[in-house]
T-cell receptor, first 114, second 115 residues
Framework: AQSVTQLGSHVSVSEGALVLLRCNYSSSVPPYLFWYVQYPNQGLQLLLKYTTGATLVKGINGFEAEFKKSETSFHLTKPSAHMSDAAEYFCAVSAATGGFKTIFGAGTRLFVKA | GAGVSQSPSNKVTEKGKDVELRCDPISGHTALYWYRQSLGQGLEFLIYFQGNSAPDKSGLPSDRFSAERTGGSVSTLTIQRTQQEDSAVYLC?????????????FGEGSRLTVL
């Protein structure tokens, strides 16, 4: 079965600073990996996803993530944080052995300080 | 509408009562999920419907929880004899295909409060 671990339930950065949200996954077969974002009082939406091919994936709002098989990681980064990035971020995994069932991590809440 | 629709958006009930939560997925989406979102608990997988296959019920927390999907479209999540620990936001999501890397489209959720 697949699983996801997000390190840090809360991350605080200053505006303009690097954003790094960590995600590690467990899967016995090649996984599909996702980051979803939930802005305050809004539903979840896809930020980016890795399926096959290029391991560096670019998403909306300047975010990107890199799939590192050797480290079983899919960390989310953004070079310069903006106040509007304050939200909760969820890493997710799906794979063939799980019938492509999508499993989410516990989430990381990002705070951006002025 | 074009998105996933959930109802009711808010439900307050008394302990021991039964509740039904409804999800209307995006037309043509074959995969449908129910998740539970509690404060600090992330998104807890409950159940997964994929096309005409038997649903994956491995996430249902107890036999008080059940779900069905009629005609491959609308789904109802039923919680019997509700308990206070059932209080949470119940999210429904659908996806275009059941066996791929499809993006999940989420509804706004049904917030359940059990008094």
């Amino acid at each position: 079965a697949q699983s996801v671990t997000q390190l840090g339930s809360h991350v605080s950065v200053s505006e303009g600073a690097l954003v790094l949200l960590r995600c590690n996954y467990s899967s016995s077969v090649p996984p599909y990996l996702f980051w979803y974002v939930q802005y305050p009082n809004q539903g979840l939406q896809l930020l980016l996803k890795y399926t096959t091919g290029a391991t560096l994936v670019k998403g909306i709002n300047g975010f990107e993530a890199e799939f590192k098989k050797s480290e079983t990681s899919f960390h989310l980064t953004k070079p310069s944080a903006h106040m509007s990035d304050a939200a909760e971020y969820f890493c997710a995994v799906s794979a063939a052995t799980g019938g492509f069932k999508t499993i989410f991590g516990a989430g990381t809440r990002l705070f951006v300080k002025a | 509408g074009a998105g996933v629709s959930q109802s009711p958006s808010n439900k307050v009930t008394e302990k021991g009562k039964d509740v039904e939560l409804r999800c209307d997925p995006i037309s043509g989406h074959t995969a449908l999920y129910w998740y539970r979102q509690s404060l600090g608990q992330g998104l807890e997988f409950l159940i997964y419907f994929q096309g005409n296959s038997a649903p994956d019920k491995s996430g249902l927390p107890s036999d008080r929880f059940s779900a069905e999907r009629t005609g491959g479209s609308v789904s109802t999540l039923t919680i019997q004899r509700t308990q206070q620990e059932d209080s949470a936001v119940y999210l429904c999501a659908s996806s275009r295909t059941s066996g791929s890397s499809g993006e999940l489209f989420f509804g706004e959720g049904s917030r359940l409060t059990v008094l």
